[in-house]
């Protein structure tokens, strides 16, 4: 048997953080992975990596399409084999950082296969025992598959774990699915030549954004020409290219020559041999505690297989509490109040802190303030007037949270993000100098608008005594 001070199971973002910290603090470390070909995990393999490699090349082809009102004129079709090229290139340069010849030089120990509990400290791996302080589950998620009749026939059937390998350009492609994945590569598809069809079985899209912005997006991505079928659901294959829908109990027949189906992630749990390590589940879901432990105290969770919040950012700070409980005496409790997440459509949505729904639910206090972009000088002269901003305000006036959809709102919304993180008073926004006509002075005419807003008649009394 092979000791260790910490096993880590998945080297997806969490797994790679744990162990690449415990390795660096010198503390004997064995990361270890499924296969060569996944280190780096969904991020990397399938999911924020190669999506924002093809939304760069899908905005960059939109862009030179719509460039002929300045007299140009840009011909020909998209070549999906470049584009794909393209995307494997760039994960190819992340990939030099992220395999098992370059963990090892960073003092990680890199073991492949499939990891097994044998007891409540103790791995079995290709025949091998294996035995730690702590272990920590990283194993991730994958993509919910489709079930409904006919299914199975479908030819051109794809995920995010294939859509990326894809040979063709689909003249009409359908995406199950109204959430940030479907809609982040279907306005790809849309942006390079595919008609691109949406099937929702939500009112609308992104059910966990504010209403207001995600109801934006829908309207301004329907005026681009993409097709949304919402409260609708798929019920059965007619062929291998033909779905059908419902909505209020009326069938509507699509064609299609792809189709990707995007609805949600499953949890992968399965084959770890848990009850061995004493650690307990409800239903596919691995119980833990409010310190990331599961029922076995000595196992920890991290990324998309703890639950919650489902992104790469989400896992790195699941690593650090982890990483801080190893050693403090003094545990730290996971808390989301403050996470943050950025659809990648066109316009973007940044999303941050504590929303109305959740405000209401944990009563507190706080005032909403709005703001549009039709009269920002900068959003004028970039075309994205059409930019929207909401901010959740407490009594103390600190940021509590908030939302932006605008081109590239997920770098101007960071200063306000650092506000909600610091505690920082929406004061400080207004007292900043921002050079001029930057985007992110929309941030300086919000937290004027607050400042506005508190001027009641007895201040304005006030300031005219003073005078003078």
């Not at 950025?342 to 703001?371: C, H, N, W």
């Not at 985007?439 to 003073?466: V, Y």
Request: aromatic content about 8%.
């Amino acid at each position: 048997m092979r000791t260790f001070d910490v096993i880590i199971i998945g080297a997806g973002s969490g797994g790679l953080n744990v162990s690449s910290f415990m390795a660096r603090a010198g503390f004997k470390t064995l990361l270890i992975n499924k296969d060569e070909q996944s280190i780096g995990g969904d991020c990397l393999n399938f999911g924020c990596v190669p999506s924002k490699a093809l939304i760069h090349v899908a905005r960059e082809i939109w862009s030179g399409r719509n460039i002929g009102r300045f007299g140009l004129k840009i011909e020909g079709q998209t070549d999906i084999k470049a584009v794909t090229s393209y995307i494997k290139s760039k994960q190819n340069i992340i990939r030099l950082d992220e395999n098992s010849q370059a963990l090892a030089k960073k003092n990680i120990s890199v073991a492949l296969g499939e990891a097994r509990f044998v007891g409540p400290k103790t791995i079995s791996l290709n025949g091998e025992l294996f035995t730690a302080k702590n272990i920590v589950i990283a194993t991730g998620s994958r993509p919910r598959t489709l079930t409904v009749p006919g299914v199975g026939n479908v030819k051109e059937l794809f995920n995010n774990e294939t859509i990326f390998d894809i040979d063709f350009l689909p003249k009409k492609l359908v995406v199950v699915g109204g959430g940030p994945i479907g809609l982040e590569l279907g306005q790809a598809f849309f942006y390079l030549g595919s008609q691109v069809s949406i099937i929702s079985q939500e009112e609308g899209i992104l059910n966990k954004e504010d209403p207001e912005i995600s109801n934006r997006l829908l309207e301004h991505l329907k005026k681009l020409g993409m097709i949304f079928h919402v409260s609708s659901r798929p019920i059965k294959f007619e062929s291998e290219n033909k779905i059908v829908i419902s909505k209020n109990n009326k069938e509507e027949v699509l064609e299609f020559d792809a189709l990707l189906v995007s609805i949600g992630r499953e949890l992968n749990t399965e084959n770890l041999d848990l009850d061995k390590a004493g650690i307990k589940m409800n239903g596919r879901k691995i119980i833990t505690d409010d310190y990331l432990r599961t029922t076995n105290k000595n196992v920890f969770l991290v990324g998309d297989v703890a639950g919650g919040h489902q992104f790469t950012h989400a896992a790195e700070l699941h690593a650090s509490v982890v990483i801080k409980n190893f050693f403090s005496p003094l545990r730290k409790k996971i808390n989301t109040d403050k996470m943050a997440w950025v659809t990648y459509t066109d316009p973007e949505i940044a999303t941050f802190g504590l929303g109305e729904a959740e405000l209401k639910k944990q009563k507190v206090d706080y005032s909403m303030i709005r703001t549009d972009f039709e009269k920002d000088d900068r959003a004028i002269v970039d075309e994205a007037t059409n930019g929207f901003l909401k901010l959740f305000i407490g009594k103390n006036k600190r940021i509590l949270g908030g939302s932006m959809i605008r081109k590239n709102a997920g770098e101007l919304v960071q200063e306000l993000i650092l506000a909600n993180s610091a505690n920082v008073p929406i004061s400080a926004l207004f007292n900043k100098i921002y050079p001029y006509p930057t985007a992110s002075r929309i941030n300086r005419k919000i937290a004027n608008e607050f400042r506005a807003g508190l001027l009641t008649n007895f201040s304005k009394k006030i300031l005219h005594f003073l005078y003078h």
